[in-house]
Nanobody, 115 residues
Framework: QVQLVESGGGLVQAGGSLKLSCAASGSIAGLRAMGWYRQAPGNQREWVATVTDRSITDYRTSVKGRFTISRDSAKNTVNLQMNSLKPEDTAVYYC?????????WGKGTLVTVSS
């Protein structure tokens, strides 16, 4: 089993910044990629950003230029630096890890952006 723990969520005003972190532990041999998803009230969960074990990154269009995903040298921690936050970024943000053939999810951290 793999455990993922997110941190860094909170309440900020529009235009502000937050940094989310996700630490993976457990049976993480074979970790291939980590990423962030989010789910706003009444909406489906949507992909935000991904970084692979080869340090390849990708972002959904609406966050390009504002969000930056990164990983540490151990390849078991992923961060999401969020700048120029907008009210529409308000959501529960979930960390995802791909380990061998399995996907694992964190419990989520709430980001609220006020207007």
């Amino acid at each position: 089993q793999v455990q993922l723990v997110e941190s860094g969520g909170g309440l900020v005003q529009a235009g502000g910044s937050l940094k989310l972190s996700c630490a993976a532990s457990g049976s993480i041999a074979g970790l291939r990629a980590m990423g962030w998803y989010r789910q706003a009230p009444g909406n489906q969960r949507e992909w935000v950003a991904t970084v692979t074990d080869r340090s390849i990154t990708d972002y959904r269009t609406s966050v390009k230029g504002r969000f930056t995903i990164s990983r540490d040298s151990a390849k078991n921690t992923v961060n999401l630096q969020m700048n120029s936050l907008k009210p529409e970024d308000t959501a529960v943000y979930y960390c995802k890890a791909s380990v061998a053939s399995m996907n694992y999810w964190g419990k989520g951290t709430l980001v609220t952006v006020s207007s």
